[in-house]
């Protein structure tokens, strides 16, 4: 069976085609020809091909001498180089140009030289044949770097340049990804150290998607180190001493490589003395001894120490040290509740906030120092066996409550500053560490005050009477209104019992009314007490006569009514008019009697 021509094919092929019995093709390329020939009609009304033929068409092809695949990885041979290019001998019916550009890795290229090639085109349209020794290459590669994965093989790269996050490394012609995490087992803080060496890696991870490639140095160390951490771990004990590398400094401690295995040196393991960061003791990549203190059972985690190589200063504190001994000290650690003052080196003792001041009006420790403050007190605990010393500033002056019934006693007034105020009272200071209290019955005689704060402020000077004094207790009752006079010895008088006066409504509550006189004095008067003589009551801000009612001066209270102002008035009037009936009754049996009396006297005249 014969088909149309469409190319023309070479003597040399047509005569092995014809030689073996083949049908001839309309194209030199079987493989597209079977890929885009119509098996259900030829276009141009051949009859149809029977598809057990082809198959022995190219069959029969492949057999022929210097037949290729396109696609093709093969190797071929250098027969001639020129100034451009190189001439490769595949043994097929031609020979490969391929550029001299695709060698610039190779520059002792010479006749001779066996290389792989690609396939890329069997005939161009001029009937050459097209070769790629860099396609060739990128294929043979991807499949050298698939089997470095999956063999887990060492291979070679050379670091080209640092990008963003790494580094870019050649792997057999292909351009791998070397993140900076795979560089080493430290971190890296110069990678342009890298650049322009070849180094052993491993292919870690494969995108063939992206065609992206991941390889790592890392893992190469990760292996040697984990023979080395098992031999290492293995003779681990507490209290060994080790030498290590510092690898890592953090806030809270220091990463220390002992030869495989890293170890974490704790912030408060690090000195005997307080600092607030690592980097004040150790540097990166610093070597020192450090002492294991603990680890876990895998031994994974291993807590490590420096200050634990040196004796403790508690033990080099002076023996002849003792409770009342002044010292001096650095103020290190500043808290609300005190300060540490670091007396010796590695040795603090605490001054609590109550033993900075004889005061017992509490304030925050930072009123009194700050740290770095260079400071004296006295020893008032030691206790060596659990290294723990409280301190006091307080104790290098007198106590102001030595001698306190001398200064203050009963009855005398004083002047004082107000420190604060409660719901029953305000604390007043006489002076540093001498404070007493003012009830908030104590503050006035005349005013009903629901809160201190209405009648005084913080800072405020008050003069005040000592009314108690227990020194025991260190407690001072005093009063503000006792140093004045009071007043209800002359409202006694004045706000006599039935006595009348004007005042005028403050305000009204659901019992009564508040009424206020005009010296300030003010009493309550009930409800039913101010009803007015016309049956209306009296409202907020009527002014008018009011009458004692009650008068109370040890508390202090005045009960008055207005009702009973006309109240009274009409019973006057009662009674005034009862009285006159009363008289008018009288004189009318008078006249009667004195008229019989007449009557009689005149009868007997005559």
Request: hydrophobic fraction near 40%; proline fraction near 2%; charge should be negative.
């Amino acid at each position: 069976m014969r088909y149309k021509r469409i190319d023309n094919m070479s003597e040399e092929l047509k005569n092995e085609v014809e030689a073996q019995e083949v049908p001839v093709v309309e194209t030199v390329n079987p493989e597209q020809f079977l890929a885009d020939f119509d098996w259900h009609k030829y276009e141009e009304g051949i009859e149809a091909v029977d598809e057990s033929k082809l198959k022995e068409f190219e069959t029969a092809l492949e057999g022929t001498v210097g037949f290729v695949n396109e696609l093709d990885v093969i190797e071929g041979k250098v027969t001639r180089i020129t100034e451009r290019d190189a001439i490769i001998d595949i043994n097929s019916k031609s020979e490969g140009v391929i550029s001299l550009n695709e060698f610039r890795y190779n520059p002792d290229l010479a006749v001779g030289d066996i290389v792989e090639v690609l396939v890329d085109k069997r005939e161009d349209v001029s009937g050459q044949l097209v070769l790629s020794h860099k396609k060739a290459r990128v294929i043979k590669a991807w499949d050298r770097v698939i089997n470095a994965q999956e063999t887990g093989e060492v291979v070679n790269g050379f670091v080209k340049c640092r990008t963003r996050g790494g580094m870019i490394v050649d792997v057999f012609g292909i351009e791998a990804f070397l993140p900076g995490s795979q560089i080493d087992v430290k971190p890296i803080r110069d990678y342009d150290q890298y650049v322009d060496k070849t180094m052993e890696f491993k292919v870690v991870k494969i995108n063939h998607e992206f065609k992206n490639v991941v390889v790592s140095h890392k893992a190469l160390i990760e292996a040697d180190i984990e023979i080395q951490k098992k031999e290492i771990i293995s003779k681990l004990e507490k209290g060994q001493v080790l030498e290590g590398i510092v690898k890592n400094i953090t806030s809270y401690g220091v990463f220390i490589d002992l030869g495989g295995v890293d170890g974490l040196v704790h912030i408060t393991d690090l000195s005997w003395s307080r600092i607030n960061h690592p980097s004040e003791v150790v540097e990166l990549d610093q070597k020192l001894n450090v002492v294991i203190l603990d680890f876990d059972d895998q031994k994974t985690r291993i807590q490590l120490g420096l200050k634990q190589l040196n004796a403790h200063p508690w033990e080099a504190l002076d023996s002849e040290l003792k409770i009342g001994d002044q010292v001096k000290g650095k103020v290190v650690v500043l808290a609300d509740y005190g300060a540490f003052i670091e007396v010796n080196q590695g040795v603090e003792g605490l001054i609590h906030v109550s033993e900075m001041s004889w005061s017992t009006h509490l304030r925050s420790a930072q009123d009194f120092v700050k740290v770095g403050d260079e400071v004296e007190a006295v020893i008032l605990t030691l206790d060596r066996e659990d290294r723990k010393m409280s301190l006091g500033i307080k104790q290098l002056h007198p106590d102001p409550w030595t001698d306190i019934t001398k200064k203050y006693p009963i009855g005398s007034a004083h002047k004082g500053t107000v420190r604060n105020y409660t719901n029953f009272g305000v604390f007043v200071e006489l002076e540093e560490g001498i404070d007493g209290l003012v009830y908030i019955s104590d503050l006035s005689w005349v005013k009903k005050i629901k809160h201190p704060s209405d009648f005084v402020n913080v800072g405020d000077i008050l003069d005040v009477q000592v009314l108690e004094l227990d020194v025991e207790n260190r407690k001072l009752n005093l009063g503000h209104k006792q140093t004045q006079d009071n007043p209800w010895d002359a409202h006694e008088a004045v706000y006599a019992i039935d006595s009348v006066h004007a005042g005028t409504i403050k305000e009204k509550t659901d019992k009564g009314a508040i009424v206020t006189f005009a010296d300030g004095v003010e009493a309550f008067v009930p409800g039913r007490h101010l009803e007015k003589e016309d049956g209306s009551k009296l409202g907020k801000g009527d002014a008018t006569d009011f009458k004692i009612l009650e008068f109370n001066k040890e508390y202090r209270r005045i009960v008055a009514s207005h009702t009973a102002i006309f109240r009274a008035e009409e019973q006057r009037n009662i009674k005034a008019a009862s009285k006159k009936a009363e008289a008018a009754d009288k004189a009318t049996f008078g006249d009667i009697s004195g008229l019989a009396d007449l009557k009689k006297k005149m009868e007997g005249k005559e």
